[in-house]
């Protein structure tokens, strides 16, 4: 197996050709070893070097060996170093075991080639932290952000490195970046994938842990292969009736789609391409059968993002402090990023009071877009406020930036999917449209709580009526 072939065929494809023993795992190991070295110095999406062989994994899980990367935070492998985007963390802490979501990696047969870039904490809506020593670049335009804060993951497989890789998601980190380089991007419902047992609700609920993937069947069949919870984790799900990968063949039902695109703070601006490919997407919804109405939940923007702030500074502030006790250090500038710096200060000053009166403004939020989605199947927006940012444009180390200021610059761009970590509904970014420079517009679906089922369906019928597969940005594995 070559390069191109390998780049050219999804995760399930090559798990098929695994299991037929038309080609071997080996093989598919060698060609993905060589497609990373191919892309990985025009993107800089690796943290450190790719691993000499695959981690250990499961030869007979579903996917029997098909290569994969874990992100640089929250998920980790025994004996990996973990750095969390972060200089606080040196060369990186070696964690003594995997948490549950790699050892369901590794038993679902996932190899993994590669820890993948992020920003420091996750908290920026790019992929550019000085603990690597440059920037994440976007491989349809390697002067654009791939967005974060999964900008690393999104990267290679936009690129074709890999078929799929681990992302997380606390305020759009796994959207953001799926849009920016045109892929699929599931943020599951909370408590869908387990965090256990280092995190019971990471971020007071908004972080969530899943993947970024090229084709809708690769997200179905990973989300069958890893969601669902472990003893001790906070969150229980019922065992569907079917497999989400028998579901998406069967086509959706007409369904009830509302539409916007005016974020829930209506002072940000959105870039009319952006809102130009939802109203053009929601005609051709309608012409598919559905029915769509232009609709949007009510939500107190000046407060919904107070209790935001609030809860990513207390979370900076509290991973900050431990791991500087950890170090023996003092946090500065020479461990920390000026804006992770200040948030992680602002956190610090926090009362119980202000944690409390966030998840206050979350409930609001929570009930609000669940009353609103008794009326609606699903919710349709931009996924981002512009199709991509430049490099440099989000500066986690602007010195002149508060907290606040830096929470607003992000969630300029960031401008619907913050809302939905909060309210823990399960929302979609799909690659349909484009804009007329060839850069990916992603386009998000917002379903029910414990809804993956309609998004993934419609997610399918929509990849078969509108495809993006022949679409490939100019750095590509060949």
């Not at 935070?73 to 170093?81: E, K, Q, R, S, Y």
């Not at 976007?138 to 974060?148: K, L, Q």
């Not at 500087?324 to 461990?335: I, N």
């Amino acid at each position: 197996m070559d390069i191109a072939d390998y780049a050219a065929r999804d995760a399930t494809e090559l798990a098929s050709l695994i299991a037929a023993e038309e080609v071997s795992a080996a093989e598919v190991h060698v060609a993905a070893a060589a497609a990373l070295d191919q892309v990985e110095p025009q993107l800089g999406a690796v943290v450190g070097e790719r691993f000499a062989q695959p981690l250990d994994h499961d030869a007979s899980g579903p996917f029997r060996g098909v290569p994969f990367a874990i992100k640089d935070l929250i998920t980790h492998a025994a004996g990996v170093p973990q750095r969390n985007g972060s200089r606080l963390f040196g060369p990186g802490i070696e964690h003594p075991h995997d948490n549950d979501l790699m050892t369901r990696f590794r038993r679902a047969g996932l190899a993994t080639m590669a820890v993948t870039t992020s920003p420091e904490f996750g908290f920026n809506a790019t992929t550019e932290a000085l603990a690597y020593g440059g920037p994440t670049r976007n491989p349809w335009d390697p002067t654009r952000s791939p967005g974060g804060s999964s900008g690393g993951s999104a990267a290679l497989v936009a690129a074709g490195a890999l078929p799929f890789a681990h992302a997380n998601d606390g305020g759009g980190s796994i959207r953001i970046p799926a849009a920016a380089c045109g892929l699929v991007g599931l943020k599951p419902s909370r408590g869908r994938t387990t965090v256990g047992p280092d995190h019971g609700d990471p971020l007071l609920g908004l972080g969530i842990e899943f993947a970024v993937t090229r084709t809708v069947r690769d997200c179905a069949a990973l989300f069958d292969a890893v969601h669902g919870s472990e003893p001790g984790d906070k969150y229980l799900f019922p065992a569907e009736d079917a497999s989400f990968s028998e579901l998406i063949t069967r086509g959706v039902r007409p369904l009830r789609i509302a539409f916007t695109t005016v974020p829930y703070d209506a002072s940000r601006t959105v870039d009319p391409e952006c809102a130009r490919a939802v109203t053009d997407l929601a005609a051709r919804l309608a012409d598919l059968g559905h029915h769509v109405q232009e609709a949007a939940p009510r939500i107190d923007a000046a407060a919904f993002d107070k209790a935001n702030l609030d809860a990513w500074c207390s979370f900076l502030g509290d991973i900050v402090a431990t791991a500087s006790e950890m170090a023996g250090t003092v946090p500065g500038r020479e461990h920390l990023e000026a804006t992770t710096l200040a948030c992680a200060e602002y956190g610090a000053s926090l009362s119980a009071r202000d944690i409390f009166a966030a998840e206050h403004q979350f409930n609001v939020a929570r009930r609000e877009v669940a009353r609103f989605l008794t009326g609606y199947d699903v919710f349709l927006t931009p996924t981002t406020a512009q199709p991509n940012v430049p490099l440099g444009q989000l500066d986690a180390d602007d010195a002149s930036l508060d907290a606040r200021g830096w929470y607003d610059r992000i969630f300029e761009y960031g401008a619907f999917t913050a809302l939905f970590n909060a309210t823990g509904n399960p929302a979609i970014s799909l690659p349909l449209a484009e804009s007329g420079t060839g850069w990916p517009i992603g386009l998000q679906f917002v379903g029910r709580y414990g809804d993956e089922a309609t998004l993934l369906a419609l997610a399918a019928d929509l990849e078969r009526a509108m495809p993006w597969s022949a679409r490939r940005p100019g750095i590509y594995a060949h």
